[in-house]
């Protein structure tokens, strides 16, 4: 490889950023810019921006969803800070700054208060929903950030009730307690998504510059908000709602740009459903755009996933029923209106799938035969209940491994999964005949 200023020895490349070649001439061996990649290298101010702000090897490092997730997350961290500045404000205004009758005695016990109720809220949260918080991370941090918003609301409310004062406070502290968790938590798992070279830690590290830059930016605009919302209730009310508008919208789109490789319960819904109407399989970012990112109540036909045996099995004719037409480590039943799915302890990743696809099938089965017999006795519908697990492992032998297939060519992660199995795993002994 020749050029009229020399021979191009070897070329090298940092990330996508620079470009250089090694040229000889005349017995020396000079390194140069290659001028066809532009001048934007790490001694220009992007370049320094760059390496100060985003992970190594950006964009290559990173999901294709990064950037345009800490845009958004940019945004409302930015609105959050200015609303958390009108919350701060009117919190010490309650505990008695400013006020010559309050003691320091009196605001020291609110305060501890306060952090002690968000202690014990942080604790029982994390007891509560820690195993919810990878599966549904989307879900959590939209609904953290709603919290936050109404925690702040009730801290600038709250002097303007000084009998219920400490109450709304030490209430307002346990709703931030639990953002922190799902916060905290539900950010770790969007770094394991968005980490595509195991660089978690700097992943983490650069957001956490990232957010440092924002709240400085916060602060000086708070320098100048202070003096016009002192004393002026009103225009303190409007600019956080203004802010608390901006603050929802942005985490939406945030959460909303997000786009996961997995499946979780819903993503894998999802798919199914779209799969057993028309034989499609829906790639990663077409199901993450369906996803629900809200919290949905009054579910038809609910589902457990990795029960206790006796949950599915009331006897052994009932166990033996769970193993016909069954060759799988896996096990489903239904009782009380909710199907059940037991799990063995050599269950794979593929077995989880399949087990979860069978019971969204499972689901629609009941939900369908429940609209159409709004009566009927107990011991038929049991009997019933069996024939539709029969039926769906019969459906399931069929369609999996193509499904499978499918999605595998279409983008997704089959090699582990974010379904929220609980932690019961049963060997069972008695077999089919």
């Not at 009998?163 to 905290?184: D, L, Q, R, W």
């Not at 409007?238 to 740009?257: D, G, W």
Request: charged residues 20%; hydrophobic residues 45%.
């Amino acid at each position: 490889m020749e050029t009229d200023k020399g021979v191009v020895l070897a070329t090298e490349r940092y990330g996508s950023a620079e470009s250089w070649k090694y040229v000889s001439k005349d017995g020396v061996m000079e390194r140069r810019r290659d001028g066809s990649e532009g001048h934007s290298g790490g001694n220009s101010v992007f370049g320094v921006f760059k390496s100060v702000f985003l992970p190594q090897g950006y964009p290559e490092s990173v999901s294709d969803d990064y950037l345009q997730y800490q845009f958004w997350d940019t945004m409302q961290a930015f609105s959050s800070s200015l609303s958390g500045t009108l919350a701060t404000q009117a919190s010490l205004r309650g505990f008695g700054v400013g006020n010559q009758e309050a003691t320091v005695a009196a605001a020291t016990v609110t305060w501890l208060f306060k952090d002690g109720t968000g202690m014990l809220g942080r604790i029982l949260f994390a007891w509560r929903k820690g195993s919810k918080l990878d599966s549904e991370a989307k879900k959590w941090r939209l609904f953290a950030d709603v919290l936050n918003d109404i925690a702040m609301f009730m801290e600038i409310l709250a002097p303007y009730f000084p009998a219920c004062f400490t109450f709304i406070v030490c209430t307002a502290g346990i709703f931030k307690s639990i953002v922190g968790v799902a916060g905290g938590a539900t950010r770790a798992a969007l770094t394991v998504h968005q980490a595509r070279r195991d660089n978690m830690a700097d992943i983490s590290a650069k957001d956490g510059s990232q957010e440092t830059l924002v709240n400085l930016a916060g602060l000086l605009v708070s320098l100048i908000l202070i003096p016009l919302v002192t004393d002026n209730p009103v225009l303190t009310l409007c600019l956080f709602f203004l802010f608390t508008v901006l603050h929802l919208f942005a985490n939406y789109k945030a959460v909303r740009s997000v786009v996961m490789e997995t499946f979780n319960e819903a993503r894998l819904s999802i798919v199914l459903q779209q799969y057993l109407k028309d034989k499609r399989i829906l790639s990663p970012p077409e199901a993450n755009q369906r996803e629900p990112v809200f919290f949905e109540f009054g579910q038809t036909v609910p589902m457990k996933l990795g029960v206790r045996l006796q949950e599915i099995a009331q006897s052994p004719e009932d166990l033996q029923l769970a193993l016909k037409e069954n060759s799988m480590p896996y096990l489903l039943g239904i009782r009380n209106g909710c199907v059940c799915v037991c799990l063995g302890p050599e269950a794979s990743a593929s077995d989880e799938i399949r087990a979860m696809c069978q019971a969204v099938v499972l689901s629609n089965m009941l939900s369908s035969s429940n609209s159409r017999e709004a009566t009927g006795a107990a011991l038929k519908q049991q009997k019933g209940h069996w024939e539709m697990v029969h039926e769906s492992h019969k459906l399931m032998d069929a369609i999996f491994n193509p499904f499978l297939k499918g999605a595998e060519a279409a983008g997704w992660d089959m090699k582990r999964t974010m379904i929220d199995w609980d932690e019961w795993r049963v060997e069972w002994k008695t077999k089919s005949s």
